[in-house]
């Protein structure tokens, strides 16, 4: 069972929107709707963005949307800041029996 | 605010073994399934197992299935990770995470995981 995979880097201007893709299959992402983002600066642990495809926690900017249609689900983060200079990965139920998948990662650098 | 504390980074020697705590705070700690995420140095996250702790039955991802051990004690409201077989492809910073909501799923593939702790880093080396 190999994990989604995003791309590994993506990079964008201050005040630009961008899109990280988070490629599965019809076992994970494209099987069902529990597809999770999340965000993770460098020597800190990972922050939830995104759970259920589209839905954003308590707290959370609405700079930051997902997306899925068919087997990718997509990460929009509007309005890039220097602050959103981190690790994203995207997450997935599998039917697997890996039970739950996270995806390979991108780093999003902000120029 | 809940938050997870916990223990210190752990050095250990191919073939030993290795166990973490997880220690919550807040009154949640038994209906709220806790997962074990781990993370190679430079590269990305592991989704390890995980146990809703007042249910005790625990699921682990399959490539490691054998080796992971998950527990929970209600009582001091800490959960534990241990790994056997230890090899330099477990060093790693572990994580524990709670999940966003209670449900009866193990995987924090609904609601995801919103609480975590700061990372053990487990080093293993001859």
């Known amino acids: 069972q190999s994990a989604p995979t995003q791309p590994a880097s993506v990079s964008g201007s201050p005040g630009q929107s961008i899109t990280i893709s988070c490629t599965g299959s019809?076992?994970?992402?494209?099987?069902?709707?529990?597809v999770s983002w999340y965000q993770q600066h460098p020597g800190k642990a990972p922050k939830l963005l995104i759970y259920d495809v589209t839905n954003r926690p308590s707290g959370i900017s609405n700079r930051f949307s997902g997306s899925k249609s068919g087997n990718m689900a997509s990460l929009t983060i509007s309005g890039l800041q220097a602050a959103d200079e981190a690790d994203y990965y995207c997450s997935s139920y599998t039917s697997g029996r890996t039970l739950f998948v996270f995806g390979t990662g991108t780093k999003v650098t902000v120029l | 605010q809940v938050q997870l504390v916990q223990s210190g980074a752990e050095v250990r020697k191919p073939g030993s073994s290795v166990r973490i705590s997880c220690k919550t705070s807040?009154?949640?700690?038994?209906?709220?399934?806790i997962s074990w995420v781990r993370q190679a140095p430079g590269q990305g996250l592991e989704w390890m197992g995980g146990l809703i702790p007042i249910l005790g039955s625990a699921k682990y991802a399959q490539k490691l299935q054998g080796r992971v051990t998950i527990t929970a004690d209600e009582s001091t409201s800490t959960g534990y990770m241990e790994l056997r077989g230890l090899t330099s492809e477990d060093t790693a910073a572990y994580y524990c995470a709670r999940a966003a909501r209670e449900t009866v799923e193990v995987t924090p593939a609904s609601y995801g995981l919103d609480v975590w702790g700061p990372g053990t880093t487990v080093t293993v080396s001859s």
């Open positions: 807040g009154d949640t700690f038994s209906r709220f399934a």
């Open positions: 019809s076992s994970d992402v494209g099987g069902h709707n529990f």
